[in-house]
């Protein structure tokens, strides 16, 4: 007799020791017949036998059909927000992407989890056969992985150097000094460059802040610099922001398509009055812009959102008003 979890079952050759008589079996052919269902009852509870697996492959191969079908089909934001610049269809090309790369990759793990859970479920104390090392699901498992990192790799390096790319000349080139706590923007005029004579400058104050104008559908290149901490200028609707770093100069270009007023802020904290360093951009149509610079130059002194305040100054009075402290 053997023992299995501490049930008693007949082995053949406890069968074929057992005494017989006709009565009992029927003759020969019953201690045959009894051996024979005794096997088969030492093989039914012994061993399980293997459930085929087209079942699971069915419905990730249905899932992947689906996901693919997907990526054909008119894509949801998932969650994105409206950008107004012409790098909002690339950005949100490459979200869209990830989301549905995570969703199918979600569902497929989803789905052979409940499979193992509903199929391999407990049906007696008998353990299933155990498998111990499968060489080709260990290779899948390593290989698909790293192809789909791979996949985001690519197209996150492919979108990022077309966004950060600058042209040769853009239309209109703007510096933009943030410190503490508040933003200086200086337009810069082509044929003098960074520090010629006519320069507007547009800074900010305590409780008011600088507002940024800039034409519509024309390629607008920022010049970051800062004389204190890191800053960081981000506008919510560009979609981008880029950190304002002391003693190097940080450059970005791109187009706004769209007008309206857009509030800029500081994302990088920067001290004690870190939430109030905010600003606006103004978007106008083309013409609306060239008056607002011809005004500009024609005026006796550099402009600013609340009269001649320069970025120092703005700094000394800010430092005064709210402390030191970083």
Same mark, same amino acid.
């Given at each position: 007799?053997?023992?299995?979890?501490? +049930?008693?079952? %007949?082995?053949?050759?406890?069968?074929?020791?057992?005494?017989?008589?006709?009565?009992?079996?029927?003759?020969?052919?019953?201690?045959?017949?009894?051996?024979?269902?005794?096997?088969?009852?030492?093989?039914?509870?012994? +061993?399980?036998?293997?459930?085929?697996?087209?079942?699971?492959?069915?419905?990730?191969?249905?899932?992947?059909?689906?996901?693919?079908?997907?990526?054909?089909?008119?894509?949801?934001?998932?969650?994105? %927000?409206?950008?107004?610049?012409?790098?909002?269809?690339?950005?949100?090309?490459?979200?869209?992407?990830?989301?549905?790369?995570?969703?199918?990759?979600?569902?497929?793990?989803?789905?052979?989890?409940?499979?193992?859970?509903?199929?391999?479920?407990?049906?007696?104390?008998?353990?299933?056969?155990?498998?111990?090392? /499968?060489?080709?699901?260990?290779?899948?498992?390593?290989?698909?992985?790293?192809?789909?990192?791979?996949?985001?790799?690519?197209?996150?390096? +492919?979108?990022?150097?077309?966004?950060?790319k600058l042209s040769a000349h853009p239309d209109v080139t703007v510096d933009v000094i943030g410190f503490r706590w508040n933003w200086q923007f200086k337009?810069?005029?082509?044929?003098?460059?960074?520090?010629?004579? /006519?320069?507007?400058?547009?800074?900010?104050?305590?409780?008011?802040?600088?507002v940024l104008v800039l034409p519509q559908n024309r390629s607008i290149r920022f010049v970051e610099t800062s004389p204190d901490v890191i800053h960081s200028?981000?506008? %919510?609707?560009?979609?981008?922001? +880029?950190?304002?770093?002391?003693?190097?100069?940080?450059?970005?270009?791109?187009?706004?398509?769209?007008?309206?007023?857009?509030?800029?802020?500081?994302?990088?904290?920067?001290?004690?009055?870190?939430?109030?360093? /905010?600003?606006?951009?103004?978007?106008?149509?083309?013409?609306?812009?060239?008056?607002?610079?011809?005004?500009?130059?024609?005026?006796?002194?550099?402009?600013?959102?609340?009269?001649?305040?320069?970025?120092?100054?703005?700094?000394?009075?800010?430092?005064?008003?709210?402390?030191?402290?970083?």
């Open positions: 007799m053997r023992r299995s979890f501490g +049930r008693t079952r %007949p082995s053949v050759a406890d069968v074929e020791d057992t005494p017989t008589t006709p009565a009992d079996s029927g003759g020969a052919g019953g201690v045959a017949n009894d051996a024979v269902e005794a096997v088969g009852t030492v093989g039914a509870h012994g +061993r399980r036998r293997a459930r085929p697996v087209r079942r699971p492959l069915r419905l990730v191969g249905a899932l992947a059909v689906v996901g693919i079908a997907a990526t054909a089909c008119d894509k949801p934001n998932f969650g994105y %927000p409206d950008g107004v610049t012409n790098h909002t269809p690339r950005l949100l090309n490459i979200w869209q992407g990830s989301a549905i790369a995570a969703l199918i990759v979600g569902a497929v793990v989803w789905g052979m989890i409940l499979y193992a859970v509903v199929a391999f479920r407990k049906r007696s104390d008998v353990l299933p056969r155990q498998i111990r090392y /499968n060489l080709p699901v260990e290779i899948l498992y390593t290989v698909v992985p790293v192809v789909i990192v791979g996949a985001i790799f690519y197209f996150t390096a +492919r979108d990022e150097s077309k966004v950060t337009y810069i005029d082509p044929g003098a460059g960074h520090t010629g004579p /006519n320069q507007i400058e547009v800074t900010g104050r305590p409780g008011e802040p600088a200028f981000w506008v %919510p609707e560009f979609l981008f922001k +880029r950190d304002v770093v002391p003693g190097r100069v940080n450059q970005f270009e791109l187009t706004v398509t769209k007008t309206g007023t857009f509030i800029g802020r500081c994302a990088e904290l920067c001290g004690t009055d870190h939430d109030r360093m /905010n600003f606006y951009v103004k978007v106008v149509p083309q013409d609306e812009y060239d008056r607002f610079i011809t005004e500009r130059q024609n005026a006796a002194v550099p402009s600013t959102s609340a009269g001649t305040t320069t970025a120092a100054a703005a700094s000394t009075a800010t430092t005064a008003t709210t402390g030191s402290g970083q």
